[in-house]
């Protein structure tokens, strides 16, 4: 199969292209930001790593996809974390872990989880999980007893908040949009929020205040408050959403959420999973994916799990 019919790849290598384009800056402001845009790839930075080096956020997607090629088991995704953060496995360098959520080491080291609705934990490993739940015929997750407990299960390996576990659901219901046969972002975005939004006023309408402000129709149109800045996962998905919605590539959408400043990688990531899957393997940059660590490897996991039976292809 050529790689651009591999969507697996698509969303795979767009989310790890925009978390390394993100890394070197996180923690910039968006003022910062506006004066010397990103609008390459570069290198060193926030945490001193070469150019196409990708954070936590990529390592423990690639871990999560692998962890799911032996079915919905939570153990052997965990185990995959624990290879990560003990073993470097799937991260671009060998040695001690560069970045990492809070709540995440917490989980990997049997630590409590408390708080965990400060940070995006949950969110940002569930790009994978979207696929897998697809190739097993989950395509409405609101409405599907089953898909609704394996994501909240998974998502609460390290985030057991309802926040991250809504965040998860809108980001997740997206990307099956897409895979099912949407060819528009936009709308696969406001598809999700729609379904999410019905389903949260009637079972859980404390919890979806959170999110309310995801329903304004012209949320693509309110001026970018300081949310960008901020770690929760509401904030973080408001930013991922506002950048979607405002883009119609890959490109353009990367360097906007990126461009944010705060936290600069996630965004990035996150953006880049929906974006490289929305606009395909051909919308990214030539130049981006030389320069992406371990790349190769990254596309050679990516056909080990649909080898597995446990995500789609597309013949």
Known sequence: MAITDTRLVHGVIGFAIGDALGLPVKGQTRAQLTEKPIDKMTGYGTFDQPAGNYSDETSLVIASMM??????????VKSAYQQWYTDSEYAPYQGPVVDIWPATKNALTDQPLADTQND????TRVLP???FLFKEGHTDLVNDPQALTQLSDFVSLTNPDKDNIIAGVIYAQAIINLLNGQTDLHVALRDSIESAAKYYTQNDAAAWQNFARLTNPQFAELPVADYHAASDPVSILEAVIW????TDNYKDALLTAVNL???TDTLGALVGGLAGLAYGYQSLPHKWCLVLAKYSEIVDLCRQAEASGYFPKYD
């Not at 962890?67 to 052997?76: C, H, I, K, R, Y």
């Not at 950048?243 to 405002?246: F, G, Q």
């Open 243 to 246: 950048s979607a919605l405002n």
């Open 129 to 131: 999980l979207a696929y």
């Open 67 to 76: 962890g799911l090629t032996q079915g919905f088991d939570l153990a052997a």
């Open 120 to 123: 995006p934990g949950g969110l």
């Open 261 to 263: 400043g705060g936290n």
